[in-house]
């Protein structure tokens, strides 16, 4: 089992920047990568980001390409998601996610965050 724990969420104008922050505790040996979803009122949930926890070789969403950032720290087993240029079309309920295994292509993770909120406003 993994507990994941996120952090930084809030409200921000449109423009500004969040960085939010998520912690790994538990079965963190088998790490193979982590990530965030998000899930926007009435929408489904969507990916954002990932990064593979050796290698630090990362994915984004069209959506957030150039606008995020994704990192982590090995020994503190955290992953982060700098986001700016926050649009409101980002407001959502952000997931950290975990992924135990290899995976080629679609990232589906095994364990999920209970999720911070993102708001930003026009």
């Known amino acids: 089992q993994v507990q994941l724990v996120e952090s930084g969420g809030g409200l921000v104008q449109a423009g500004g920047s969040l960085r939010l922050s998520c912690a790994a505790s538990g079965r963190t040996f088998s790490i193979y990568a982590m990530g965030w979803f998000r899930q926007a009122p009435g929408k489904e949930r969507e990916f954002v980001a990932a990064?593979?926890?050796?290698?630090?070789?990362?994915h984004y969403a069209d959506s957030v390409k150039g606008r995020f950032t994704i990192s982590r720290d090995n020994a503190k087993n955290t992953v982060d998601l700098q986001m700016n240029s926050l649009k409101p079309e980002d407001t959502a309920v952000y997931l950290c996610t975990n992924k135990q295994t290899f995976y080629s292509g679609t990232y589906l993770p095994d364990y999920w965050g209970q999720g911070t909120q993102v708001t930003v406003s026009s």
């Open positions: 990064i593979r926890w050796s290698s630090g070789r990362t």
